[in-house]
């Protein structure tokens, strides 16, 4: 008889447990740092041009880049692996391609790396980083927390 009911005290506290148990998972779900997608603009204000167009996103400044082909939100920051040279890129209309002043580091306009001018030993040879997007209807989304880095070509030489 008492072991009936102990099995009868576990059955009545199990439900119990479990809803706690969903309860956290729950409250855990909804507390993580998830990607958010954040609103660029209509499409329309992006046509397909040779330049890119320099746009406050969520109080960040960004180059969106429409080829006609690839549609890309690119970060305007180039990341040195030293951490010394952190510039803003500039887009040159009369070489039409993206340069760093700080580096020398230069870009096309989908943000592949060409080449540096100097300071080629002390920087990794890599594309500009950019964010996943995301095409709704007539609207540019990008997914913001989500960086990817642009293209290694080669590393930095110490």
């Known amino acids: 008889m008492g072991a009936t ?7 009545s506290v199990l439900p119990v447990m479990l809803l706690a148990c969903g309860v956290f998972a729950a409250w855990l779900f909804l507390t993580m740092q998830r990607p958010t997608a954040v609103y660029v603009g209509r499409l329309s204000d992006f046509p397909p041009s040779a330049d890119p167009y320099f746009v406050d996103v969520d109080n960040d400044m960004l180059f969106v880049v429409n080829t006609g082909s690839q549609l890309l939100v690119l970060e305007p920051r180039f990341h040195t692996s030293d951490d010394i040279f952190n510039c803003d890129v500039k887009w040159v209309p009369t070489n039409e391609r993206f340069e760093d002043p700080c580096s020398g ?16 030993k002390t920087i990794d040879q890599r594309g500009l980083s950019r964010y996943p997007v995301e095409v709704r209807g007539d609207e540019l989304w990008l997914t913001a927390k989500v960086l990817i880095p642009g ?3 080669a590393t930095a030489v110490p």
């Open 105 to 120: 580091a230069k870009f096309t306009p989908t943000g592949e790396w060409i080449e540096v001018s100097y300071l080629i």
């Open 151 to 153: 293209r290694l070509i």
């Open 5 to 11: 009911r102990g099995g009868r005290a576990l059955v």
